[in-house]
Each structure stands twice: as structure tokens, then as C-alpha cells.
Antibody, heavy 122, light 109 residues
Framework: QVQLVQSGAEVKKPGSSVKVSCKAS????????ISWVRQAPGQGLEWMGG????????NYAQKFQGRVTITTDESTSTAYMELSSLRSEDTAVYYC???????????????WGQGTLVTVSS | EIVMTQSPATLSVSPGERATLSCRAS??????LAWYQQKPGQAPRLLIY???TRATGIPARFSGSGSGTEFTLTISSLQSEDFAVYYC???????????FGGGTKVEIK
């Protein structure tokens, strides 16, 4: 049974950073792509970036280049997403999502975390 | 970066009727196209991948078609549990990315 359990809600000041974690259980963590997707209140899904283990480096959406860092810790089967220079528009639910197949080279997701609400407010 | 555009934004359908949702890519994504369903307060659920393959446990009333830049999700006979928001996603091989469309809300007419 695959589970992705994310860290709890955060409230941050504009200009600060936030780091959200996603702990995986079930399956071989290092064999699956992992991505972060966010959803602002009442809005659609927005892919932020991810890591495909076979490539070893993270890919980021152009919109978030330079402001987001996605990392993984294989020893604890945990993925992290750090977003810096926060502004009010970054208020959203942030989801982690896992790729569908071992060693796959694409960002197609079948398991999702429960979501983490990040609120940016002065 | 590939841009995904979905239409319509909202679709009003009566239970038992057919719903047809469209998704267009700004450049070819071959068949690297998925559809997800999202209900309020829940994470998305994978319905279709490879443009036309149903994911595990997805009912046969959901079908996908298309390739290249034009894709369609059809729900043949809407059930009460199908009223939700649907997103298309391209998952190109190179560069690896996973861009979503803006979504189509299927609501009860």
C-alpha cells in the first residue's frame, strides 16, 4: 500500500521561504519519479517540478525556475519542496505526487499526498 | 514550455447524458496525455493515460481519444459521482515536464 504523507500547514510572511516534506511508504522510493503540484484557492493544478531518479537531477517549470528547489532523501524516503521569496499569490495547497511506474522517465502520477496548505500573509 | 488549453471551462450535463471534454496542446505531445478527476477537498485521481488507456479501476464509461495536439475525454453516461473537475496533463519525455490544462468543471444541469 503506497502512501505519501505530507507535512502540516504553514503560515509564512512575504519574502520568506517554506519547505514542505513528503514521506513515502510502500514501493521502492528511489525508483519512482516524484513531483510537486500546487493549487491556489479555487484554481487549477499547476506543475512546479520534479525529480526522475534515472536522470538524477530536478526539472522545474519555467515559472518557478530560480525560486523552487526539489530534493529527495533516500535514507528516509522523503521528498522536499522549498519555495523562496514567497508572495501572497503563492498561497495554495501543495501536493506531492509519485510516478506510475518504476524507472519511468515521465511525470505521470498515480499516488498523491494529502496536500499541504501554505498561507502567505503579512 | 508546452501550454495545455481545455474547453469548455464549465459543462452543464444532466445525469445519464454524454459529456465531451476537449484538451489542446500548443505543440505535439504524441500520446503522452493523461486525464485526472478532482472532487472538492480531494487530491486528483488518474483516469486515463497514453491518451486512451483507462487506469486501474476506472469504469468503462470513461474513454479518451486523440494524439498530437487534440484530445478528448468522453463520459458516456454521467453518473452522480462523475460531477467533478477534470484536468488534462501532458507528460512529455523530453524535456520531462507535467503541464496541466486549466480544467473543465462538469456540473449538474
Amino acid at each position: 500500500q503506497v502512501q505519501l504523507v505530507q507535512s502540516g500547514a504553514e503560515v509564512k510572511k512575504p519574502g520568506s521561504s517554506v519547505k514542505v516534506s513528503c514521506k513515502a511508504s510502500g514501493g521502492t522510493f528511489s525508483s519512482y519519479a516524484i513531483s510537486w503540484v500546487r493549487q491556489a484557492p479555487g484554481q487549477g493544478l499547476e506543475w512546479m517540478g520534479g525529480i526522475i531518479p534515472i536522470f538524477g537531477t530536478a526539472n522545474y517549470a519555467q515559472k518557478f525556475q530560480g525560486r523552487v528547489t526539489i530534493t529527495t532523501d533516500e535514507s528516509t524516503s522523503t521528498a522536499y519542496m522549498e519555495l523562496s521569496s514567497l508572495r501572497s499569490e503563492d498561497t495554495a495547497v501543495y501536493y506531492c505526487a509519485r510516478g506510475v511506474a518504476e524507472m519511468a522517465t515521465t511525470y505521470l502520477f498515480d499516488y498523491w499526498g494529502q496536500g499541504t496548505l501554505v498561507t502567505v500573509s503579512s | 514550455e508546452i501550454v495545455m488549453t481545455q474547453s469548455p471551462a464549465t459543462l452543464s450535463v444532466s445525469p445519464g447524458e454524454r459529456a465531451t471534454l476537449s484538451c489542446r496542446a500548443s505543440q505535439s505531445v504524441s500520446s503522452n496525455l493523461a486525464w485526472y478527476q478532482q472532487k472538492p477537498g480531494q487530491a486528483p485521481r488518474l483516469l486515463i493515460y497514453g491518451a486512451s488507456t483507462r487506469a486501474t479501476g476506472i469504469p468503462a464509461r470513461f474513454s479518451g481519444s486523440g494524439s498530437g495536439t487534440e484530445f478528448t475525454l468522453t463520459i458516456s453516461s454521467l453518473q452522480s459521482e462523475d460531477f467533478a473537475v477534470y484536468y488534462c496533463q501532458q507528460y512529455n519525455n523530453w524535456p520531462p515536464e507535467g503541464t496541466f490544462g486549466g480544467g473543465t468543471k462538469v456540473e449538474i444541469k
